[in-house]
Nanobody, 125 residues
Framework: QVQLVESGGGVVQAGGSLRLSCAASGLIFSRCAMGWFRQAPGKEREFVGRISWSGSRTDYNNSVKGRFTISRDNAKNTVWLQMNSLTPEDTAVYYC??????????????????WGQGTQVTVSS
């Protein structure tokens, strides 16, 4: 049974930082590309960024580029999302997702095979 478990969400003031973690089990993590998405109330799920199976390639939504960083440790079956310079517009539920390819062909949620339950990030002004 595949499980993706996010943690690290919370409430932070604007300008602050948070580091989200996603621990994976039940899949060959080192063969999966990983993505982060977010969904604010009343909005569609939005692509945040992705990382290749090896960690050598990353891709970010322009809205977070330069502020967010995705990394992974295949020995720990874990991927992280480091979020800096947070703004209230970053408030959302954040999800990690696994794609059973080395690099997803698109940024769309449907590309991904497995999802975590999400973790809430709230940025206060």
């Amino acid at each position: 049974q595949v499980q993706l478990v996010e943690s690290g969400g919370g409430v932070v003031q604007a300008g602050g930082s948070l580091r989200l973690s996603c621990a994976a089990s039940g899949l060959i993590f080192s063969r999966c590309a990983m993505g982060w998405f977010r969904q604010a109330p009343g909005k569609e799920r939005e692509f945040v960024g992705r990382i290749s199976w090896s960690g050598s390639r990353t891709d970010y939504n322009n809205s977070v580029k330069g502020r967010f960083t995705i990394s992974r440790d295949n020995a720990k079956n874990t991927v992280w999302l480091q979020m800096n310079s947070l703004t209230p517009e970053d408030t959302a539920v954040y999800y990690c997702a696994a794609d059973r390819t080395t690099w997803p062909t698109s940024r769309l949620p449907g590309q991904y095979d497995y999802w975590g339950q999400g973790t809430q990030v709230t940025v206060s002004s």
